[in-house]
């Protein structure tokens, strides 16, 4: 029930519509799923209101949403709802060649609302904090506590973390991996998580 295959058998999964304008110094992306495993996805895109969640028209529909400024040739601001930069994995099948997922990612996080700033430090080695939303709302909660994200990339390996919320999230997760040969990579993922409720 966790891996986006919810019944045995054969079913249908998401198709996704991509727009995108990449210009000189800034661009935009906006995509869209539609589907049983999008809307597995999406499920914080809904409206709230009063603490209730509506399907709000098209709003259960975005699965990215966002603007980027590249204010020089190492530093880019981005700002909206964007997939989550923790896990091996992710959503879109476009770029995920399994059809299901794995125990872990399908506990997601799967996407974050709110303002990231990603720096190149080197060809190999980059540095990315975020301030965001309570993780997968897309609409802003104040009554949640805000996240913040942290990822370090040294030469192809990332060690990510996100912590805040009211549920007090602290998680730290490695991705990375290694090539065995010129055509076999292997992909490998850890994730330690903890919040006030639950920890695995």
Do not use: C
């Not at 259960?60 to 601001?77: G, M």
Request: without cysteine.
């Amino acid at each position: 029930y966790t891996s986006f295959a919810n019944l045995p058998g054969f079913a249908l999964g998401m198709a996704n519509i991509v727009l995108s304008y990449e210009g000189e110094k800034s661009g935009f992306v906006a995509d869209l799923v539609y589907g049983p495993r999008g809307a597995d996805a999406v499920f914080g895109s809904n409206l709230s209101i009063g603490g209730e969640d509506y399907l709000a028209g098209s709003s259960n529909i975005v699965n990215q949403l966002y603007a980027y400024y590249n204010v020089n040739d190492k530093l880019t601001l981005t700002l909206g709802n964007f997939n989550t930069f923790l896990g091996y994995e992710v959503i879109s099948p476009v770029a995920n060649f399994n059809y299901s997922t794995s125990y872990m990612f399908s506990y997601g996080p799967f996407s974050h609302t709110g303002f990231k700033a990603d720096y190149a430090v080197s060809d190999n080695v980059s540095i990315m904090v975020a301030v965001m939303n309570a993780t997968d709302e897309t609409e802003a909660d104040y009554s949640d506590a805000s996240t913040f994200g942290a990822q370090l990339g040294l030469y192809g390996q990332y060690i990510n973390f996100l912590s805040g919320g009211n549920a007090n999230v602290s998680q730290v997760d490695f991705t990375g991996g290694l090539n065995i040969s010129d055509s076999f990579f292997l992909g490998v993922n850890a994730t330690s998580y903890k919040d006030d409720s639950v920890e695995w």
